[in-house]
């Protein structure tokens, strides 16, 4: 179970991004975040899986025998522990473009296997055969051996929701899967989702009422930084004017500033006040 | 404010600032033109290059270049010795400088390495990239003595510098997404390096590797003349000696060394890039 309990993303302007932030996500969730560009849902994510740290608040995901995994306020081990357990599912182009499909899959459990025998020697068969288990349940199978960066974009959104599931998590975050998909492929991808989210919750930022109030269980509105809308996704139609009155802020991405430090190996800094970049 | 038959009179404003914008431009295009025929024609005039010395200098040039024909084919067999050398030395340098470049490349990118340690690094391959190869080879020389030692290490280490500077400025633009990733799935720094970095930045090693393979056997024949052996050695040795057959036996391998090495180069990148090879 996944429990944000009053996040706050707050830049040294004062601007609050995120503002006072609240939800548990439990067992047989299929959560959709929505909001306008720029609304705080990504970097709502991006804190649950400690790519940001939040200036206030608590992030804790509970695992089987009630083992407790914080991804706020922690060290770069504590964090890493905790990313073990969350299955990051990127919008497009996240795949190691110049490896295989397959070898893509095993990155999953990258946080499982011992850094230097995985740093030395390879993968084992083991992760291979169970990475083509992952897979098959997206259909990708035959493709094991290509290249990831042949592939179409529905293919790659496959392969990464594969990598996710071969990392067994107990929670799945999924950042605006469909936004550069067809229709169609839009909605295959949601079919893998939600059968999925049966066995593990899945939370996906989106921006798609109509798919959203057909696959997802529960839907959460987020305009300027906080909640406006915690409830069940057919009821969406009354609220997208709340949801997604007036703003169109820039999206805040603080990684792509090149001055800000480097967020992959621990703890990211405090966003600073660089910021601008469109997404 | 000029105005311009557009179509509809709100679209004037935006196309005049167009224009100006274009206008602007030009303006800078021409300056730059007028500041370099400038500079050519003020330094050529403050060291005397004319037009008359260089008919004077054509005049006693021609006959002494026939004394260069035919060339001393009997000392083609003794020449195969430094031109191994020269080969050889190439070789081993750029197998040197790929093998080093990758972790000082790493250790320049801002999206890897911390800040202290990436301003060092790259200041170290400013420097070597600052000081030309003969430079470096003439304060080697002053340290190891005549040979092929010093010529070896300032190829190497010029190889280096350059390698490094190009792989860090792809490392760079690896996309953040990606790596974030990886990250996200509890992967450490090494593993992060290992299985997302390196494969998206071998294929630029391979190609720029190469390449630097075909400027070091040139390097290398212009560094023997200085004095690090091989056919470079054998030729400034001719030329000082008024050996013109002789030298021009040796110009003549080095331009098949080149070729040779050349086409080599090219074969094997053209496999490279093409995924073949390297993936």
């Known amino acids: ?279 | 404010m000029a105005t311009f038959p557009t179509p509809d009179p709100r679209l004037n404003p935006p196309f005049v600032e167009w224009k100006e914008s274009l206008a602007s431009k030009r303006k800078k295009q021409w300056t730059i033109f007028i500041i370099l025929a400038l500079l050519v024609t003020v330094t050529s005039w403050r060291c005397e290059v004319n037009v008359n010395s260089f008919i004077t200098g054509i005049h006693k040039g021609i006959p002494l270049f026939g004394m260069f024909f035919p060339p001393e084919w009997s000392s083609c067999a003794s020449m195969m010795q430094p031109m191994a050398v020269t080969i050889v030395l190439a070789i081993i340098a750029t197998i040197l400088g790929m093998s080093f470049s990758l972790p000082c490349a790493l250790a320049a990118s801002f999206n890897l390495a911390p800040t202290p340690l990436r301003i060092l690094m790259r200041s170290f391959i400013a420097l070597e990239r600052g000081l030309p190869e003969i430079v470096q080879l003439l304060l080697l020389i002053a340290v190891f003595g005549l040979g092929i030692i010093p010529g070896l290490i300032a190829l190497s280490l010029s190889s280096i510098g350059m390698l490094a500077k190009l792989l860090a400025d792809v490392i760079e633009e690896i996309e953040p997404h990606m790596l974030e990733a990886v990250a996200g799935t509890g992967a450490t720094g090494a593993q992060i390096i290992r299985y997302a970095v390196i494969p998206q930045v071998l294929p630029a090693l391979f190609a720029n590797g190469l390449f630097r393979f075909e400027f070091n056997v040139r390097a290398g024949v212009i560094l023997g003349a200085v004095g690090g052996g091989g056919i470079g050695y054998v030729m400034s040795t001719a030329m000082g000696s008024l050996d013109y057959q002789r030298a021009c036996m040796a110009t003549l391998l080095t331009l098949v060394l080149v070729f040779t090495a050349e086409r080599i180069s090219d074969f094997l990148r053209a496999r490279v890039l093409d995924g073949g090879v390297v993936r």
């Open chain 1, 1 to 279: 179970m996944l429990s944000v309990s009053n996040i706050s993303v707050t830049l040294p302007n004062g601007k609050r991004l995120v503002d006072h932030v609240n939800f548990r996500v439990g067992r047989g969730e299929f959560v959709a975040i929505l909001g306008s560009s720029g609304a705080g849902k990504s970097l709502t994510l991006r804190c649950i899986v400690g790519l940001t740290q939040p200036s206030e608040g608590e992030i804790s995901i509970t695992g089987e025998a009630g083992k407790i995994y914080h991804s706020t306020n922690v060290c770069a081990k504590e964090l890493r522990r905790a990313r073990r357990h969350i299955g990051l599912i990127f919008q497009g182009s996240n795949l190691v473009k110049r490896l295989t499909v397959l070898e893509n899959v095993m990155l999953g459990r990258l946080g499982h296997i011992s850094p230097w025998r995985s740093c030395l020697f390879g993968f084992k068969d083991s992760d291979a055969r169970e990475a083509m288990v992952a897979l098959d349940r997206v259909k990708m199978a035959p493709f094991a051996a290509r290249l990831a960066g042949s592939l179409s974009g529905g293919e790659m959104q496959r392969v990464s929701i594969a990598r996710a599931i071969h990392q067994r998590p107990l929670i799945y975050l999924a950042d605006e899967p469909i936004s550069s998909l067809d229709p169609k492929n839009a909605e295959a991808i949601m079919a893998i989702l939600q059968p999925l989210s049966r066995e593990t919750p899945v939370i996906g930022a989106f921006h798609q009422p109509g798919i959203v109030a057909k696959y997802c269980t529960r839907a959460l509105g987020i305009h300027a930084g906080k909640v406006v809308y915690d409830g069940s996704p057919q009821m969406l139609p009354h609220q997208l004017e709340s949801i997604y009155s007036g703003s169109d802020q820039q999206a805040y991405f603080p990684v792509l500033e090149s001055n800000v430090p480097p967020s992959f190996f621990g703890p990211s800094a405090q966003p600073s006040l660089q910021q601008g970049v469109p997404v």
